[in-house]
């Protein structure tokens, strides 16, 4: 019996652990589809793909503005993105959670999704929180942002997971317009094969007009290049002249010693070869 109820209370744990997980899920997108208000900063969040990164979260909080006010935007995608992902702040904040961490903390600072892009400079991927007289107002922590965007009202939550809240406007990043620009790093890497086929190139054409001035220039003018030393001096003859030289001053003598006495000896056997057939032909 005991080893049964072990069974079920485990059994009800895990099938407990499996509903948490499972209401632990959300969609940015679906959840922002029933506030008619905020349809363009949902629309936002689908084109640059910020919407993907919120729903792999397990908790966020989204400072999301409506649609009066979200025309700071510009025409930018790559600058959108970056200031979409300043408005999502990696951690769950309610409104009573955000105000007493405001009050507690008169510097706190928050951490958003732009800070992970690996583009933020300066502490432009963290914003500053503070609470003052019953109002809560957000800006960047950069050099030279201004506390210019309030919190107007909590639009959705699911708790302890994402919590969706009203700014009044879009939150300004100092700088952030250039941050974008190492992404077009590519362009110098397509033009670095032209150069190296012109430097390929460059080379050739060189190679071959130098080779034609100088061949111009040195048989003709120019009397010590190497090219004329060998037709004024004679270098072919001289080896000509060394080669017959050679063999009267070299010591040859001695081979041709050793050659008479080859021929010395094939002498003496021919006479007495000559002698055998005399005698033979006499005694015959």
């Known amino acids: 019996m005991k080893t049964n109820k072990a069974k079920a209370s485990v059994s ?26 905020f349809s363009n900063f949902n629309q936002q969040l689908s084109q640059t793909k910020i919407a993907d990164q919120i729903n792999k979260r397990s908790t ?3 400072l999301a503005v409506d649609n009066s006010a979200i025309g700071g935007l510009g025409d930018d995608s790559s600058v959108t993105k970056a200031i979409m992902s300043v408005h999502v702040i990696l951690d769950y904040y309610d409104k009573e959670k955000l105000t ?11 951490t958003t999704l732009y800070q992970t892009s690996g583009l933020a400079k300066n502490q432009q991927g963290f914003l500053r ?4 007289d019953g109002e809560i107002t957000f800006g960047s922590a950069s050099k030279g942002g201004q506390m ?22 879009i939150i300004e990043v100092p700088d952030i317009n250039a941050n974008p620009s190492p992404e077009k790093a590519p362009a110098p890497k397509r033009g670095k094969p032209p150069s190296s086929s012109d430097d390929a190139d460059s080379p050739s054409d060189d190679d071959s007009d130098s080779p034609s001035d100088d061949t111009a220039d040195s048989p003709g003018d120019d009397s010590d290049s190497e090219a004329p030393s060998p037709s004024k001096h004679h270098t072919p003859p001289k080896p000509k002249d060394d080669t017959s030289d050679s063999p009267s001053s070299s010591p040859a003598p001695a081979p041709g010693k050793s050659d008479a006495r080859a021929t010395a000896a094939e002498m003496g056997v ?3 070869a000559m002698g055998l057939v005399s005698v033979l032909v006499a005694f015959f």
Do not use: R, W, Y
């Open 12 to 37: 009800f744990f895990l099938l407990m652990m499996l509903l948490i997980s499972s209401c632990s899920a959300f969609n940015i997108t679906k959840l922002l589809e029933k506030e008619d208000d």
């Open 270 to 272: 021919g006479v007495v």
């Open 148 to 169: 210019n965007s309030k919190l107007v009202k909590s639009v959705t939550a699911q708790p302890f997971n994402i919590s969706v809240l009203q700014v009044s406007s």
């Open 129 to 132: 929180v503070a609470a003052d």
């Open 100 to 110: 007493k961490h405001a009050k507690t903390n008169k510097s706190a600072m928050l």
């Open 60 to 62: 966020i909080t989204v």
